[in-house]
T-cell receptor, first 114, second 114 residues
Framework: EAGVAQSPRYKIIEKRQSVAFWCNPI?????LYWYQQILGQGPKLLIQ????????DSQLPKDRFSAERLKGVDSTLKIQPAKLEDSAVYLC????????????FGQGTRLTVV | GENVEQHPSTLSVQEGDSAVIKCTYS??????FPWYKQELGKRPQLIID?????GEKKDQRIAVTLNKTAKHFSLHITETQPEDSAVYFC?????????????FGRGTSLIVHP
């Protein structure tokens, strides 16, 4: 079974620039998560989708972060403009619909803002 | 929302010793408690989970206990080996609007000395 795919793996940008991350969840998984993991901390949920609808985005800094999941499959997370404190690993995860089960994580995108 | 506290932040043991990591959660509605292992530079991967209708679960050298009254759960690793060295995250998952929202602890860095 193919896992969660993310790209790019690494990205370095200057502050105030824009960046976008892409995620392709496991086939058939209705729930998709974007997490931000700052070095030395646990993953922090940014946004959760059920199919193409948003379940929770209470911790998403909406003034600069946006995410979409058109057609309920792939998802993109965008930061515009980036700040130094956005440097982190951005993890995408997915899980089956209606099941309180594990989240399967992608390899993540390591973002460095300089 | 849910708040998960995890202790200790760092745990150093000798090979063969046992290791215990403890987590507390705030929302009594949480009913699913997974534990993830994250090796350096890799994605978090589920190692064991427990649901609120079970008090204890064991899988070879790993066990998890849950005390719903006290709202805490623990990970126990016996006969530790150097390959157990990693960061371990607990999580508590609660139901919101029919979907499951997982919240992670800050992580415990386990170091097993040969």
């Amino acid at each position: 079974e193919a896992g969660v795919a993310q790209s790019p793996r690494y990205k370095i940008i200057e502050k105030r620039q824009s960046v976008a991350f892409w995620c392709n969840p496991i086939s058939g998984h209705a729930t998709l998560y974007w997490y931000q993991q700052i070095l030395g901390q646990g993953p922090k949920l940014l946004i959760q989708f059920q199919n193409n609808g948003v379940v929770d985005d209470s911790q998403l800094p909406k003034d600069r972060f946006s995410a979409e999941r058109l057609k309920g499959v792939d998802s993109t997370l965008k930061i515009q403009p980036a700040k130094l404190e956005d440097s982190a690993v951005y993890l995408c995860a997915s899980s089956p619909r209606g099941a309180n089960t594990e989240a399967f994580f992608g390899q993540g995108t390591r973002l460095t803002v300089v | 929302g849910e708040n998960v506290e995890q202790h200790p932040s760092t745990l150093s043991v000798q090979e063969g010793d046992s290791a215990v990591i403890k987590c507390t959660y705030s929302d009594s509605a949480s009913n699913y408690f997974p534990w993830y292992k994250q090796e350096l530079g890799k994605r978090p991967q589920l190692i064991i989970d427990i649901r609120s209708n079970v008090g204890e679960k064991k899988d070879q050298r790993i066990a998890v206990t849950l005390n719903k009254t006290a709202k805490h759960f623990s990970l126990h690793i016996t006969e530790t080996q150097p390959e157990d060295s990693a960061v371990y995250f607990c999580a508590a998952s609660m139901v919101t609007g029919g979907s499951y929202i997982p919240t992670f602890g800050r992580g415990t860095s386990l170091i097993v000395h040969p």
